[in-house]
Antibody, heavy 126, light 107 residues
């Protein structure tokens, strides 16, 4: 059974830092792109960052670029999100998700998040 | 960034009703469109990927259609456990943006 378990959330002051972790089990972690998604009541679901299976390619939303760093340790089956220069608007529940791809006759026809963690709450407030 | 617009933002329905939710992309995304269901306090759950492919384990009363910019999620016969919020998401180009959600409530 695929399991993703986030940790590291909490209360942090504006300008502070936090590192989220996502421990994966039940699948070959090194074979999948992984993504962080966050959710707030006001903005809904927001794609934050993604990292390729080997860690050599990373992607960021404009809202976090230059402040957040995604990484992974395939030997530990763990995904990370280092969050620096945190702002009030970063307050959210952060989910990690596994990316999968649909292929039909050798052509990629879809990318989707087929497994999600339970989420960890990050609150940025003084 | 690609904008995803869902409608309606909420609806009231009864058990047994047929429910249709629409999602419109600001640009053509072919069939790179997914649908998720979310219940309070839980993570989203994948229902439909690539516009019309049913995720394993999801009941067949859920179906998706569309291509280009206009997409539809249909629940053929609403069950009590289907009262939730539904989100579309495009995966054609990063960032893989989500729609604003449609809350399906009990009438």
């Amino acid at each position: 059974e695929v399991q993703l378990l986030e940790s590291g959330g909490g209360l942090v002051q504006p300008g502070g830092s936090l590192r989220l972790s996502c421990a994966a089990s039940g699948f070959t972690f090194s074979g999948y792109t992984m993504t962080w998604v966050r959710q707030t009541p006001r903005k809904g679901l927001e794609w934050v960052s993604a990292i390729g299976s080997s860690g050599d390619s990373t992607f960021y939303a404009d809202s976090v670029k230059g402040r957040f760093t995604i990484s992974r340790d395939n030997s530990k089956n763990t995904l990370y999100l280092q969050m620096n220069s945190l702002r009030a608007e970063d307050t959210a529940v952060y989910f990690c998700a596994r990316d999968d791809v649909a292929v039909v006759r050798g052509i990629r026809v879809g990318y989707y998040f087929d497994s999600w963690g339970q989420g960890t709450l990050v609150t940025v407030s003084s | 960034d690609m904008q995803m617009t869902q409608s309606p933002s909420s609806l009231s329905a009864s058990v047994g009703d047929r429910v249709t939710i629409t999602c419109r992309a600001s640009q053509s995304i072919s069939t790179f469109l997914n649908w998720y269901q979310q219940k309070p306090g839980k993570a989203p759950k994948l229902l439909i990927y690539a516009a019309s492919s049913l995720q394993s384990g999801v009941p067949s009363r859920f179906s998706g259609s569309g291509s280009g910019t206009d997409f539809t999620l249909t629940i053929s016969t609403l069950h009590p456990e289907d009262f939730a919020t539904y989100y579309c998401q495009q995966s054609n180009s990063p960032p893989h943006t989500f729609g604003g959600g449609t809350k399906v409530e009990i009438k």
